[in-house]
């Protein structure tokens, strides 16, 4: 069971990305939890995470210009990423419970560079 992240790239300051998740392997259940990014020097962080209420939470740095969507039933979670700035630049993570375990299952990131 893995979850591989992709769709970064190079972008210039106010392009788009959407970056999708697939998680694959024998899976029954799976749980996405959200989207986190780590850039060069800083610890990683959240981008967006679904709430149990169903809700979704951005971060403050991406809200406004970030839309999470995921569909449990195809195992794929994406984020589309509006009007990237280079604070943007980072590796992107998804990570997931799957299967009913309690452990979170991390993604292998995707590079986004935000640069002109």
């Known amino acids: 069971v893995q979850l591989q992240a992709s769709g970064g790239g190079l972008v210039q300051p106010g392009g788009s990305l959407r970056l ?3 998680a694959s392997g024998s899976i029954f259940n799976i749980n996405f ?4 990014r ?3 020097g800083k ?7 679904f ?12 809200t406004g210009r970030s839309t999470m969507s995921g569909d449990n039933a195809k195992n ?16 992107y993570y998804c ?4 299967n009913f375990s309690t ?10 560079t935000v640069s002109s």
């Open 38 to 40: 780590q850039a060069p």
């Open 95 to 98: 990570n997931a419970f799957i």
């Open 76 to 91: 794929t979670l994406n984020l589309q990423m509006d009007n990237l700035e280079p604070e943007d630049t980072a590796v």
């Open 20 to 22: 999708s998740c697939i």
């Open 51 to 62: 709430r149990s209420d169903g809700s979704t939470h951005y971060a403050d740095s991406v």
């Open 43 to 49: 610890e990683r962080a959240e981008v967006a995470t």
């Open 103 to 112: 452990r979170q299952v991390w993604g292998k990131g995707t590079q986004v």
């Open 33 to 36: 939890i959200g989207w986190y």
